[in-house]
C-alpha cells in the first residue's frame, strides 16, 4: 500500500501562486503513477493533471499553461506548481496513485488518496 500526505495549501489573492506537495511512503519500490484531483463544495471531483512513473503528464484544459506537475522518484514526492490562480481554482486538492506505468486520469483508476489540502483563491 501507499500513504499520501498532502501540503501546501492555503488562501491566495487572484493571479497569485502556491505550490502543493505530494509525499508517498510505503510500497514505494513499485513503479506508479500519480495524480492530482479537486472537489470544490458541491461539485463532483474533477480531474487535474496526471504524471506517469516516467514523467509523462496530461492536464486538465482548465489548468493547461497555469499548473505544472513533476515528480522526484527518488525522494517519492510530487509537486503541483499552480499559478495564475482564478477564484474557480478553489477546491480540496487531493493527491492520488496507483501502482503501474501509465499515465491515469480517471479518478476510478486510482486506488490510494491523500487526505486533501484546501486552496483558496480570493478575488
Known amino acids: 500500500q501507499v500513504q499520501l500526505v498532502e501540503s501546501g495549501g492555503g488562501l491566495v489573492q487572484a493571479g497569485g501562486s502556491l505550490r502543493l506537495s505530494c509525499a508517498a511512503s510505503g510500497r514505494t519500490s513499485s513503479t506508479y503513477g500519480m495524480g492530482w484531483f479537486r472537489q470544490a463544495p458541491g461539485k463532483e471531483r474533477e480531474f487535474v493533471v496526471a504524471?506517469?512513473?516516467?514523467?509523462?503528464?496530461r492536464y486538465a484544459d482548465s489548468v493547461k499553461g497555469r499548473f505544472t506537475i513533476s515528480r522526484d522518484n527518488y525522494k517519492n514526492t510530487v509537486d503541483l506548481q499552480m499559478n495564475s490562480l482564478k477564484p474557480e481554482d478553489t477546491a480540496v486538492y487531493y493527491c492520488?496513485?496507483?501502482?503501474?506505468?501509465?499515465?491515469?486520469?480517471?479518478?476510478?483508476?486510482?486506488?490510494?488518496w491523500g487526505q486533501g489540502t484546501q486552496v483558496t483563491v480570493s478575488s
Open positions: 492520488a496513485a496507483k501502482y503501474g506505468i501509465a499515465l491515469y486520469s480517471s479518478g476510478l483508476d486510482y486506488a490510494y
Open positions: 504524471i506517469s512513473w516516467g514523467g509523462s503528464t
